[in-house]
């Protein structure tokens, strides 16, 4: 089983701020990879798929890089809306699919 | 628009069987998977397993197979998830989501079914 690791754990930044997001797999997915947004009380949304691709809808301050092993999500500014928890996905051996832990993304 | 339409909360009591449901609209709901993640309280996600309602075609994550059963009856473009005894570790809200082997991500996905098991 591929094991997908997300860091932090929690991250806090003030609103207008870049966030960072880090997510890494035990063995190269190439960029078989989606990030999808939690909010509280709320399903999971996909944000990104093929690594760095925005699904429809998603703002353009949303960005994913990365492939193999190596997996980022930046949120260039954060607006209100975007204190959620973030989880990694990747699909590479479908339907096998594993998720990150998540990383909570909270107002400092 | 497409839509999964899920079954509403479930209180229940060990031992007890349960059946819930979710319905697609908005596109053929022959001609995707359907997928379900379970998240427990506070925790992450876990794919469960996914159906083909075309073919009823099901395969299970290695942690829930013999634990579940996913069932469609695409007449109704319904899809469903199925315990036959629960157990309080059941606890935990149940998603379902669209899934497909040349888009492998899940989109969209269900509002969610709440199971709760407590004697």
């Known amino acids: 089983e591929i094991v997908m690791t997300q860091s932090p754990a929690t991250l806090s930044v003030s609103p207008g701020e870049r966030a960072t997001l880090s997510c890494r797999a035990s063995q190269s997915v190439s960029s078989n990879l989606a990030w999808y947004q939690q909010k509280p009380g709320q399903a999971p949304r996909l944000l990104i798929y093929g690594a760095s691709t925005r699904a429809t809808g998603i703002p353009a301050r949303f960005s994913g890089s990365g492939s193999g092993t190596e997996f980022t999500l930046t949120i260039s500014s954060l607006q209100s809306e975007d204190f959620a928890v973030y989880y990694c996905q990747q699909y590479n051996n479908w339907p096998f699919w594993t998720f990150g832990q998540g990383t909570k993304v909270e107002i400092k | 628009e497409v839509q999964l339409v899920q079954s509403g909360a479930e209180v229940k009591k060990p031992g007890e069987s349960l059946k819930i449901s979710c319905k697609g609209s ?38 829930f197979q013999g634990q579940v059963t996913i069932s469609a009856d695409k007449s109704i473009s319904t899809a469903y998830l199925q315990w036959s005894s629960l157990k309080a570790s059941d606890t935990a809200m149940y998603y379902c989501a669209r899934t497909d082997p040349s888009r492998r991500w899940f989109d969209p996905w269900g509002q969610g079914t709440l199971v709760t098991v407590s004697s």
């Open chain 2, 26 to 63: 908005g596109y053929s709901f022959t001609s995707y998977w359907i997928g379900w993640v379970r998240q427990m309280p506070g925790k992450g996600l876990e794919w469960m397993g996914i159906i083909y309602p075309g073919d009823s075609d099901t395969r299970y994550s290695p942690s």
